[in-house]
């Protein structure tokens, strides 16, 4: 009996085990799918950022080309665009910004009227000294 119940418990374990290797294998090769797929597409972002860097030819090294542009022909300030100062007014709107005390005690925070009522303290700063003392 008792070797009839280990050759039982053998046969669930291996069932087990052969369920988790099949579980095992299909996870392995979604991943190594995924990987191929993630590799081209890094392949096929690499290729668009060489394109771009191609089509930009930066090179800092060369004074920035003649304005082409008549309506800025006319002008003296070449580095000014009509289209910063629209930006700039754009940047200035803005969301409120709200700024909340980390302590509930309103005597560390006075009122602006507390302020004037109070004596202004006595200053502790001294004259310096010269670093080279004359004689007297």
Not at 18 to 42: G, N
Not at 65 to 74: K, L, T, V
């Amino acid at each position: 009996k008792d070797m009839l119940s280990q050759i039982k418990h053998l046969r669930t374990e291996n069932t087990t085990l052969l369920s988790e290797s099949q579980y095992l294998s299909v996870e392995k090769k979604e991943l190594q799918d995924e990987t191929s797929a993630l590799e081209a597409e890094i392949g096929r972002l690499q290729n668009e950022v060489k394109a771009r860097e191609a089509e930009t030819n930066l090179d800092l090294n060369l004074a920035p080309p003649e304005i082409q542009h008549p309506e800025f022909a006319s002008h003296n300030n070449y580095m000014r665009l009509p289209a910063s100062e629209h930006a700039f007014q754009d940047s200035q709107i803005m969301n409120p910004a709200y700024v909340f005390p980390f302590s509930s005690n309103s005597q560390v925070y006075p009122a602006p009227d507390a302020t004037k009522s109070t004596a202004t303290p006595t200053s502790t700063v001294k004259k310096p000294q010269p670093r080279y003392p004359t004689p007297n």
